[in-house]
């Protein structure tokens, strides 16, 4: 275990950046640490940790707004909402069933890492909403981006260039989100389907119907099921759920789960338990447009499958060989796609691309505003790229 | 007024050069210089300033636009992109050695895929162009900004436009997959794609409302949805702006988000009865239009339940549409507002500034006593559910002195939104409007790092410079002042 930073608030960071800076000494920048094992195995003797900046330090429901310090657990955060009704418009998961148990994961991490469940597919990602941010850069200076408000086009949008770094380019101390009322009730539909391809169609014929589908997911194996969601007042689901029945019965067998059932679905598909990823898995996620999601499956030829966003995320499972990462990749690039490595054993995660490597132009874009943001490149460096 | 960086005399100097350059990457009539065709270029949404360009340049294709953006960075030649020049803020304002880039030719449709729920459109496709194409289907574009019928997708990337619907349906940057774009040196690059979530930077995001200053979009994956099966609006009026937002923090704390939900005051109120004749009533001090989505049955639950929440308030009126008449009765006077104050006053400055929604009695209230201090009348609309204000400043732009005090005034609310809390823009953008303004909002080291990331898209400030960022600490733009 290397050596921990925790400072307990933001000149804390700050003073730590900075010191760093000038030392030459890389920093691991971590929330709760539950995401360690993602991406690149960072190249830093030391961690920062901003578990010890915690708290709420702004809620108004009325206004659909939570500000929190970035360290905050996303737990602590979901009760503070469900008080009033309300929820993380995203979905984030824990990935407990990835990465395993821990305290859960910070909502600067989940900001960091841009990561979102089922309801990603209409409602948005967490960059979606990420209305404003603090941070701190990598020579320790402090700065804030955005606002506490709903619509902001002041300036050059650093929250979405800081949402999905992975703790490269600033700090996150403290993030707003907008946030929206939890739905009444949940109703799934699910379909019986003969394929992957069929489930897929089945998928595109529900998100492109009138009644609001805000899951769509596809478990593979024998007995591929489509499964669409609707979260809205009791009234409509019902309604909803019938008139997708018509809609769909011509796809599969098709059945309706009920509330609580189906929220205890959707939870295990936001982790990607359905997975089943084993523990010497790799495990990657493949963003592709929807309609090519089997073909991906089967041009990867992994073990394990699991697709949601109507077809177009695919979770795929299967031995960590420098031979399946090259067959993924070559699927996503197919697909004209993005791949991500999500889990691996330090060396295959250290010696392979984890994300698409990007033109020419852009990673000399990416150079020259790693020279702004961090000059020093002591801000997990390694984390997305190499060198 | 703004100030605008002196023209490089060297660019002047080498006028025809540079023009007979442009003409040998475009043929034919791509590039326009005589006087006369040029004037609809010299302004945009914010005619109070006004500058003809060196030329102006229409390319038909990505390539075009490459090739042009090589050859004016080659030479040291600034851009000024445009779309339809709608903009509000004057982001499309020409400078006088500048070649405004038009996209206005990059006009097709490129694809429409349903099962992907995805169009690749040219950036010069205006907004509510892509809607009119696919609603046959059923489907529809969701960002709505009031000029979508003119705004064209290129320009709605480059300000991350909004509109009446973002409350539910999100703004630009929310609806978008994929963007084709070209940098300052002339490259073409693809940030994102047909899938979402891209792995890597957010380079989309960054771009989108970057407003013209990193790099040209040229051609745009925007999302697209299945319309819902109906929708419906109901009309509420109250005794005071206080009350009025005491009913929207009620309906969105009962856990229903219209789809979309707009606050008229008074004077708006009368502005629109008068030129709309839409039944508002007069004696309202402040009125909401709401509007709900679904099925017949599902609006009919959806607006009893608002109904309910609404008569909690002392209302004066309240008023459910009953049939897609009656719902279009009462957006007509919302929908001519900026018609309506144009009937009334010969000028009027749009400004957007957004605020904590909590905030709205005490900022309308400030507003009023600006309004008997400067002497200008003011009317306010508002995207309530999101705190996105659009006061309306009421002048003569024959007065010099009138347009300088509704400048100051715009400016001092503009001020406000952010002491309370809010920002000097929602949906309109910097442009050269508000750049001014930005320390208010930002520190001098927000603003240095700003620049920095700017000047790592385009070093030499080229890219639609003296929008967005004052000109004062311009490492870059002052020397040439």
Redesign the interface.
Known sequence: MSDVLAPADEAGVAAAVAEAARAGEPLAVEGRGTKRAMLRPVQAARTLSLRNLSGITLY??????LSARAGTPLAEIEAALAE??QQVVAEPPVLAAIFGGGQGPSIGGLVAT?L?GPR??TA??M??HVMGIRAV?GLG?A???G????????????C??L???HGT?GVLTEVTLKV???A?RSGTLAIAVPDLETGV?AL?AG????Y?VNGAALLAGEAPRALLRIEE?S??VA?RLGRLREALERFGDAAVIEDVESRELWRGIREAEPLAAQPEDAVWRV?????AGPGVVAAAGLPRALLD??G??VWLAGPATADSHRRVMGAARTA?????LFRAPEPLRAAVPV??E??K??AA??E??R???DPKGILSPGR?YAG | MIDLPAPKPDVLARRDEILAGLRALLPGDGVITEPARVKPYETDGLSAYRQPPLAVALPRTTEEVAAILGFCHRNGVRVVPRGAGTSLSGGALPLADSVVLGLMRMNRIIEV??????AVVEAGVTNLGITNHIAAD??FYAPDPSSQLACMIGGNVG??S?GAH??KY??T??NLLGLKAV?VEG?I?E?G???????????L??L???EG?LAVVTEVTVRIL????GQRAMLAAFKGTEIAGAA??AI??S???PVALEFMDRPCIHACEAFAHAGYPLDAEAMLIIEVE??V??QD??LGKLKEICSRFDPISLKVAQTVEESMAIWKGRKGAFGAVGRISPDYLCMDG?????ELPHVLRRIGEMSAEYGLQVANVF?A????LHPLIMFDANDAESFRRAEAFGADILKLCVEV??????????GVE?RDL?PV???P???D??R??????DPQWLLNPAK?FPLEGNPVLRQAA
């Open positions: 108004r429901p009325q206004e659909l707004i009033h009704g841009n979102s990603r597919i948005g990602a960059r979606d850069n200076e700065f804030h981006n606002g506490r408000v709903l619509k902001n086009v002041t300036g050059l949008d650093l979405k260039l949402t999905g770094a380019l929206l009322p939890a009444e169609r595109s998100l492109g119907s009138p609001g007042f009234e409509s309604y963003s592709v447009q929807p309609t966003w109507g177009g995320l004209g796609g993005s791949f991500t994300l698409p990007e033109g132009v852009l874009i990416r020259r505003i020279a702004v943001m997305m | 895929d349903y099962a992907n729920r995805l059923g489907f300000m991350n909004g973002c409350l999100g703004v940057a929310n940098t490259e690059v940030l794609g047909r899938h979402l979530d891209a792995a890597g930077y957010d380079w995001g960054l989108t409302g970057s200053q299945h319309a819902p099966e929207v923090d969105i704390g856990g229903i988000i679904g099925s049955e599902e639950m959806l957004t605020i904590p929604t909590g995207h559910g999101d705190g996105n809390g809010g920002c000097l823009t929602g949906e309109h953008g910097v508000k930005m909002q930002f520190t080291f927000e603003l790092q700003m920095a990331l700017k000047s790592a898209f967005v």
